[in-house]
C-alpha cells in the first residue's frame, strides 16, 4: 500500500507527464495513479504502459484511475463505484465523507478528500482540515491517504500526526519546478523508509520522442 501516491494531471502539469514521474521516481516517488480519463482508451493505454516501465525499472506501481486497470494489476475506483471491488493486486477508493467510508469492504486503501483546499476538488463541500481528517480516519476499516491540497512536509506531517497512513499529491508536484526535490522532501515526511528511495533511477530530462509522444496525450 502507498504511503506517498502521485496523481498524475498533464493539463496543470509544468512539463509532459512522463518527465514529471521521470522527476518524482528520482525523488522516491514508487507509487503513481494514472489518472487522464479523458484520454481515448488507446492513447491513455500507451500513456499507461510508458509510465508502468518507468516504474518497474525502480521497483514502483503504477494505479489507474477507474475500473479498467490498463494491462495492469491495479486500480483506484470512485465513489460511486463499481461495488463490490474487483479482484486485483491492489484496490483503492475515492472517499468524502463517512458514508462512503462505510462502504468500503475489500479495497486495500481509500483516498479521503479534500483534507486542504484545492481547486481540484470544488464540488465536495468545505476542506475536513487535520481535525476532520483525524475524526474519519479513526472511522475508516482500513488504510486512508490524505488527498487535497497537500503542498509542504508540514502538511503531509500534519496529515501523519492526524492518523492518515499515508498522503496523495497532485498538482503541487505536477506544477513544480523541482518535481525531484519536492517529492523528496514529501517522501521523507510521510514516513516513507529511506531505502525505499533511490537517487537517479532514471534520466530527469526526457527523451525528445518521449516528449513528443506526451504532447500528443495532451
Same mark, same amino acid.
Given at each position: 500500500?502507498? +504511503?506517498?501516491?502521485?496523481? =498524475?494531471? #498533464?493539463?496543470?502539469?509544468?512539463?509532459?507527464?512522463?518527465?514529471?514521474? /521521470?522527476?518524482? !521516481?528520482?525523488?522516491?516517488?514508487?507509487?503513481?495513479?494514472? *489518472?487522464?480519463?479523458?484520454?481515448?482508451?488507446? #492513447?491513455?493505454?500507451?500513456?499507461?504502459?510508458?509510465? #508502468?516501465?518507468?516504474?518497474?525499472?525502480?521497483?514502483? *506501481?503504477? !494505479?489507474?484511475?477507474? $475500473?479498467?486497470?490498463?494491462?495492469?494489476?491495479?486500480?483506484?475506483?470512485?465513489?460511486?463505484?463499481?461495488?463490490?471491488?474487483?479482484?486485483?493486486?491492489?484496490?483503492?477508493?475515492?472517499?468524502?465523507?463517512?458514508?462512503?467510508?462505510? *462502504?468500503?469492504?475489500?479495497?486495500?486503501?481509500?483516498?479521503?478528500?479534500?483534507?486542504?483546499?484545492?481547486?481540484?476538488? $470544488?464540488?465536495?463541500?468545505?476542506?475536513?482540515? =487535520?481535525?476532520?481528517? +483525524?475524526?474519519?480516519? &479513526?472511522?475508516?476499516?482500513?488504510?486512508?491517504? &490524505?488527498?487535497?491540497?497537500?503542498?509542504?512536509?508540514?502538511?503531509?506531517?500534519?496529515? #501523519? %500526526?492526524?492518523?492518515?497512513?499515508?498522503?496523495?499529491?497532485?498538482?503541487?508536484?505536477? +506544477?513544480?519546478?523541482?518535481?525531484?526535490?519536492?517529492?523528496?522532501?514529501?517522501?521523507?515526511? %510521510?514516513?516513507?523508509?529511506? &531505502?525505499?528511495?533511490?537517487?537517479?533511477?532514471?534520466? /530527469?530530462?526526457?527523451?525528445?520522442?518521449?516528449?513528443?509522444?506526451?504532447?500528443?496525450?495532451?
Amino acid at each position: 500500500m502507498p +504511503r506517498f501516491l502521485l496523481l =498524475t494531471d #498533464r493539463r496543470s502539469a509544468r512539463r509532459p507527464v512522463e518527465d514529471v514521474v /521521470r522527476a518524482a !521516481i528520482d525523488g522516491g516517488a514508487r507509487h503513481v495513479l494514472l *489518472r487522464e480519463r479523458d484520454l481515448p482508451r488507446p #492513447r491513455r493505454l500507451a500513456l499507461a504502459g510508458r509510465l #508502468r516501465a518507468l516504474l518497474a525499472a525502480a521497483g514502483g *506501481r503504477l !494505479i489507474v484511475a477507474g $475500473p479498467d486497470p490498463l494491462d495492469g494489476d491495479a486500480i483506484h475506483l470512485p465513489a460511486a463505484g463499481p461495488y463490490p471491488p474487483p479482484r486485483l493486486g491492489l484496490v483503492g477508493r475515492s472517499c468524502h465523507g463517512t458514508a462512503e467510508l462505510g *462502504r468500503l469492504t475489500t479495497e486495500d486503501f481509500a483516498t479521503l478528500s479534500p483534507v486542504f483546499p484545492t481547486a481540484a476538488k $470544488p464540488g465536495y463541500g468545505p476542506p475536513l482540515g =487535520t481535525a476532520g481528517l +483525524r475524526t474519519l480516519v &479513526a472511522a475508516a476499516p482500513g488504510p486512508v491517504l &490524505a488527498l487535497g491540497g497537500i503542498t509542504t512536509a508540514d502538511e503531509v506531517a500534519a496529515c #501523519r %500526526a492526524a492518523g492518515a497512513a499515508g498522503v496523495a499529491v497532485m498538482g503541487a508536484v505536477m +506544477r513544480a519546478a523541482d518535481p525531484a526535490g519536492l517529492v523528496a522532501a514529501l517522501v521523507s515526511a %510521510a514516513g516513507v523508509p529511506a &531505502a525505499g528511495v533511490t537517487k537517479s533511477v532514471v534520466r /530527469r530530462t526526457a527523451p525528445a520522442t518521449a516528449v513528443a509522444r506526451d504532447r500528443e496525450d495532451a
